[in-house]
């Protein structure tokens, strides 16, 4: 059972304009989202992160959205450069117990188009 | 402030081996977390030790396992390996005090079972 869903495997888009991309969750006990950009053969990186207390969190170029509601996060990437050009992961974590637990998404190839 | 460290980078074993990953967390941080990553099955939850304890276990059989150290530093040991164990198996750390906080990833082990 996928409890964190990242339905588009691929996004392309131009350079400078936005990128947007999009997750969904099913467990309501989540409470703490990231997410990641990862290049191949390498360890994740972080990018930014959102408590469920807050419905936005800015961080430079990156801002990412959580609807509570919906279940579903964002991550907005404004402009968007080559560089961007990555997978990246939204993970999930808050899942019961005293544990720094994450919970992945599949990922989502974005490519920047220069 | 040094990054998380993973040793050895690539390893390649045969079937019915064993083998020992080693990763040393940023300075301060007491939880390591060790996550798989596969193309079948994506990033996906080993274990977490916090003050040399297991905190929380993944569903992969008892074939896996681990370790943490005084100094924080973690292994992970795969006994009797399969071909499907072929895998970059990343380590992660963090403080550990609370559910909401980043995890910082390491380079990987890129494990290739044959």
């Known amino acids: 059972d996928q409890q964190v869903k990242q339905n588009s495997p691929s996004l392309s888009v131009q350079e400078g304009r936005i990128s947007i991309l999009n997750c969904d969750y099913t467990?309501?006990?989540?409470?703490?989202f990231l997410w990641y950009k990862k290049y191949p053969a390498e360890g994740p990186t972080f990018l930014i992160s959102?408590?469920?207390?807050?419905d936005k969190n800015e961080d430079g170029r990156f801002t990412v959205f959580l609807n509570k509601s919906a279940k579903h996060l964002s991550l907005h990437i404004v402009p968007s450069q080559p560089g961007d050009s990555a997978v990246y992961f939204c993970?999930?974590?808050?899942?019961?117990?005293?544990?720094?637990?994450?919970?992945f998404g599949t990922g989502t190839l974005l490519a920047v188009q220069p | 402030k040094a990054g998380v460290t993973q040793t050895p980078r690539y390893l390649i074993k045969t079937r019915g081996q064993q083998v020992t990953l080693s990763c040393s967390p940023i300075s301060g941080h007491r939880s390591v977390s060790w996550y798989q990553q596969t193309p079948g099955q994506g990033l996906q939850f080993l274990f977490e030790?916090?003050?040399?304890?297991?905190?929380n276990k993944g569903n992969f059989p008892g074939r896996f396992s681990g370790r943490q150290f005084s100094n924080s530093r973690s292994e992970m040991n795969v006994s009797t390996l399969e071909l499907g164990d072929s895998a970059l198996y990343l380590c992660a750390s963090s403080l550990g005090l609370t559910k909401q906080e980043t995890q910082y990833f390491g380079p990987g082990t890129r494990l290739l079972v044959l």
């Open positions: 467990n309501s006990m989540f409470d703490y």
């Open positions: 993970a999930a974590s808050g899942y019961g117990g005293a544990t720094n637990k994450l919970i």
């Open positions: 959102i408590s469920s207390i807050k």
């Open positions: 030790y916090f003050s040399e304890t297991q905190r």
